[in-house]
């Protein structure tokens, strides 16, 4: 059931879910990306959360 397995048949259903699939995980891919990004930037800048 891997696309590198030699009964793989690529039709319309499978182009769609994997399309689906590769869309979600970018888009869960860029907001992780950009929490740490942005947490990086804010420490290095002191811009962190404060203690009470």
């Known amino acids: 059931m891997f ?3 030699f009964e793989w048949m690529w ?3 499978h182009i769609v879910f994997m399309g ?3 869309y979600a ?3 869960l891919g ?3 990306t ?3 990004v942005k947490a990086i930037l804010d420490t ?3 811009k ?3 203690h009470h």
């Open 48 to 50: 962190g959360g404060h």
């Open 30 to 32: 860029a907001g992780m």
């Open 44 to 46: 290095a800048n002191g």
């Open 3 to 5: 696309p590198f397995n």
């Open 34 to 36: 950009f929490c740490v």
């Open 25 to 27: 995980l970018g888009i």
């Open 20 to 22: 689906g699939l590769w």
């Open 11 to 13: 039709d319309m259903s």
